[in-house]
């Protein structure tokens, strides 16, 4: 069977990865294949979980680059190494570098990213991990979630796929919160909507 082979990129430990390779030896993800994992941090124990799966894992650390073209050469060679792996679509899962312009414009519709709230709200610059679930218990929302998008110029700004609720409790805790949406809403979400984007890729081949 033919399958859209996809990238993940990911910054920390890669829960949200775990839940995508899980998803993908169940049969709940099927018509993609996970062939590469992508961290721009060398401490995220996504690699570790992306090698024990057997899947290409690759460090692509931005300070190893001039600051003056910092963006340009880590996108460079984050290109030249999906390229080389064949990648067709890209999983934010994670992933805390912002993405240039011009990279969006040649992924258009062929990135997704996970975001912790239910957009509109709690997203967009500076809203990530558990700054989101802060700010969620701030305003005393009832309801919080996940979504997952598209990825385009705008942080947060991408067209919606996807989006599941979760309660709020009483007594929460931001690592409450947090648990919580990740269990809930993000492991099952990130799969769902993958399988879909994938799918209709796969439709328009």
Known sequence: MKKIRIAVMVSGGGTNLQALLDAQQQGILRS????????????AYALERA????????????????PENRQAEFEKRLEAALQESGAQMIVLAGFLSILSPDFTRRWDHRILNIHPSLIPSFCGAGFYGLKVHEAALARGVKLTGATVHFVNEIPDGGEIIAQRAVEVLSGDTPEKLQRR???QAEWILLPQATEEVCRRMLANT
């Not at 993609?32 to 401490?43: F, H, K, Q």
């Not at 090698?51 to 001039?66: D, M």
């Open 32 to 43: 993609g294949e996970i062939v590469l994992v992508v961290s721009d941090r060398p401490e």
């Open 181 to 183: 949406v990740m269990e």
């Open 51 to 66: 090698k024990k799966a057997g899947v290409a894992a690759l460090e692509i650390l931005k300070r190893e680059f001039s």
